[in-house]
Each structure stands twice: as structure tokens, then as C-alpha cells.
């Protein structure tokens, strides 16, 4: 099922193509996903889905830190943090998981990869943007990116999506994902008028469809983007 994230995201104009995790490397500004974790993340396993651990900086110095913004049953939940840019490179490049529903961001140039990785970190560091790097918790291994690509406060939404590795579908690490999401929005994101999650996938991306649909979203229109229609989703928190 997760094989759908690689296909959820909203495209905007400030992209020349994508999905998630948009910065304009010439292929993305859309609804987006080496160290396996030097720093091991071992969140304590009292931590609860979605629990708050790290949180935003202003200090270049310290931003974004490694530790673990969110953590799951299985997942740490990583700010986009240099040291593994190199292992989100492998897994923009991994056809298996990217096609055929992220060709815009498949294959991708390390040059596109170090410019996507470094806006994705700035926009952390100005609470613009929240997309994690997800960490196996026992084994360090990077199984994914997810989170939310653009968070607008003018619009009062955030624009979730995620990248699953192959290997690693059809095992619920995208609904985890979403659902610590979805927490820290309500519980973080609210007071400061954020109140909707939407996304975007292709029409045909039948599996990230049914996924959006059961966790809540409705259809909400659609856009072009590189040739496609895109259809968007949205959900209302409050």
C-alpha cells in the first residue's frame, strides 16, 4: 500500500515539477519522501505515537538537530538531517519504490538531491516545512521520508505525503507515519491555526486513493502538474 506515497503531494507554482518535498531542483515543489543514524535515535519505548521530542529552532547552530521529532511503535521520526542525504538519494534513484508514480523525482541528480535536502532543512528550521526522515527504531535502517512538505499558515493547512521503500511496503510504516502526523498537527500545529491536512496523488495511484480515503480525507478537486492531473484531498482536524 505504501507504494502510494510515492504519490502523494500538492504542486505549487513555486515548483517546476513534483510531488513531496518540493524545492525547484528542476523536477519537484509538490506534495511529497548516511549514516544509518550515527547517532542512534532509540526513542524510549514508553514513548507514545506521535509524542513530541524535538522541536523547532531558529539557530542555524543547532537546526535541524538529530534528535527525533516524532517516534512510532517502529519508527523514528528524523529532521532531514545532512548525514543521511546521501541514503535519500539512493532511495530517490530506487525505481521499484519511485516509479511509476514519482517520475518527476526519479532518476534524481545528487547536485537536485543536495538542493531538495538543504530547502527541506531550511524550511524546518522556519516551521515552513516538516518532512522527517523515518528511521527503523531497532535496526537504524532509513525506511522512508514523510511529513508535511509545506505547512501554510495563511492557508491554515499543512500538506502531508510520504516515500516508503520497497522493501518495506504493505507493513502499515505509512499509516504510522500519518497518524503521528495527524497527532502532532492537532496538538502543535492547531493553536497556530493550522486545522487541515491535504494531499495530492495520481487518480490511477488506486492503493494511496483507498489509503487517503480511509484516513478521512475527501476529494477536494484537482490540478495539472507535468502533464497529469493530480487529484487533491483534504481533511478539516477541528
Given amino acids: 500500500m505504501e507504494a502510494m ?3 502523494a503531494g500538492r504542486h505549487d507554482s513555486r515548483a517546476s515539477a513534483g510531488w513531496i518535498g518540493g524545492e525547484d531542483v528542476g523536477q519537484e515543489r509538490s506534495r511529497e519522501p548516511a549514516a544509518r543514524s550515527a547517532a542512534n535515535p532509540s526513542p524510549s519505548p514508553k514513548s507514545k505515537d506521535g509524542e513530541t ?28 538531517a545532512e548525514t543521511r542525504d546521501g ?4 532511495l530517490m534513484n530506487d525505481e521499484q519504490t519511485m516509479l ?29 516545512g516538516m518532512f522527517l526522515d523515518l528511521l527503523d527504531r531497532k535496526t537504524g535502517e532509513l525506511v522512508g521520508t514523510s511529513g508535511f512538505r509545506v505547512i501554510n499558515y495563511k492557508a491554515g493547512e499543512a500538506e502531508w505525503g510520504a516515500v516508503i521503500r520497497k522493501p518495506h511496503q504493505k507493513r502499515g510504516l505509512c499509516s504510522e507515519a500519518y497518524d503521528a502526523c495527524q497527532s502532532y498537527l492537532e496538538r502543535e500545529l492547531v493553536g497556530k491555526g493550522i ?7 495520481l487518480p490511477d495511484n488506486v492503493p494511496m486513493v483507498s489509503f487517503l480515503l480511509k484516513k ?8 495539472t ?3 497529469k492531473a493530480w487529484h487533491d484531498f483534504e481533511k478539516c482536524v477541528l
Fill in 216 to 223: 478521512g480525507l475527501t476529494k477536494a478537486g484537482s490540478h
Fill in 53 to 80: 521530542l524535538g522541536k523547532f529552532s531558529s539557530d542555524a547552530s543547532l537546526c535541524p538537530g538529530d534528535g527525533p521529532v516524532m517516534t512510532t511503535a517502529r519508527l523514528a521520526m528524523l529532521p532531514p
Fill in 100 to 128: 511509476p508514480w514519482l517520475p518527476f523525482l526519479c532518476p534524481m541528480r545528487p547536485e537536485n538531491n543536495a538542493k531538495r535536502r538543504k530547502n527541506q532543512r531550511k524550511e524546518f528550521c522556519e516551521k515552513k
Fill in 87 to 90: 541514503e535519500v538519494l539512493e
Fill in 225 to 227: 502538474f507535468a502533464g
Fill in 195 to 201: 486545522v487541515k491536512i491535504t494531499a495530492s496523488t
Fill in 5 to 7: 506515497e510515492a504519490g
